[in-house]
């Protein structure tokens, strides 16, 4: 049973640019969140996407935007990026209506130069 | 900010002692959870209790929950040089919206 899969692992971007993250929940699992992690921070929640529809969002601006497929996996754009985007970006997944125990991916590093 | 915060930021114990960390936070809760993080990798979720629960056991760990207090804890009994990693507390006011510490970073000596 594979668990929360992240792409890429590493990423290297020049401000400006457009990035796109994608990320595979954990098997059953039908809701996926995403963080920003910064180095030496805790995870600062960008948004929440259940049913193919963003549910929740944090204080994060309009460059960051998301999609979530049919099969539940999840895609995080993030445009005109900042070199204050520099982060780890995680990837959860839960399952609605059961535990509210997130599952996290490994992480998708993104430097932006 | 509804984030939850941990307390100490770093602590350093040698192997076999005991490891204590503190959080704290300013909404009510449905649920408070501990995760542990090695090295900038994914985390790892470790133990939830719910706001009606005061304490909870799970192997090594025992988490305590004080609602007055918005205060939680989480001991690691007979700390080994694995556990070393860094530890945060994630509130969940609802059951859609998990907030984050800054995280206590915990180094066992061997």
């Known amino acids: 049973d594979a668990g929360v899969t992240q792409s890429p692992t590493h990423l290297i971007k020049t401000r400006g640019q457009q990035v796109t993250l994608r990320c595979s929940p954990k098997s059953g699992h039908d809701t996926v969140s995403w963080y920003q992690q910064a180095l030496g921070q805790g995870p600062q929640f960008i948004f929440q996407?259940?049913?193919?529809?963003?549910?929740q969002r944090g204080n994060f601006p309009d460059r960051f935007s998301g999609h979530q497929f049919p099969n539940y996996s999840s895609e995080l754009n993030v445009n005109a990026l900042l070199l204050g985007d520099s982060a780890l970006y995680l990837c959860?997944?839960?399952?609605?209506?059961?535990?509210?125990?997130?599952?996290f991916g490994p992480g998708t590093r993104l430097t932006v130069l | 900010s509804q984030q939850g915060e941990e307390d100490p930021q770093a602590l350093s114990i040698q192997e076999g002692e005991n490891a204590t960390m503190n959080c704290s936070y300013k909404t009510s809760i449905n649920n408070l959870q501990w995760y542990r993080q090695n090295s900038g990798r994914g985390l790892v979720h470790l133990i939830l209790?719910?706001?009606?629960?005061r304490e909870k056991h799970s192997g090594r760990l025992r988490v305590t929950l004080d609602t007055s207090k918005k205060s939680s804890s989480l001991l690691i009994t007979a700390s080994r040089a694995a556990d070393t990693a860094s530890y945060f507390c994630a509130t969940a006011p609802n059951f859609n919206k998990f907030y984050f510490g800054s995280g206590t970073k915990l180094n066992v000596k061997p």
């Open positions: 209790i719910r706001s009606n629960e």
């Open positions: 959860a997944s839960s399952l609605t209506g059961a535990t509210d125990t997130q599952y």
């Open positions: 996407y259940y049913e193919e529809e963003e549910r």
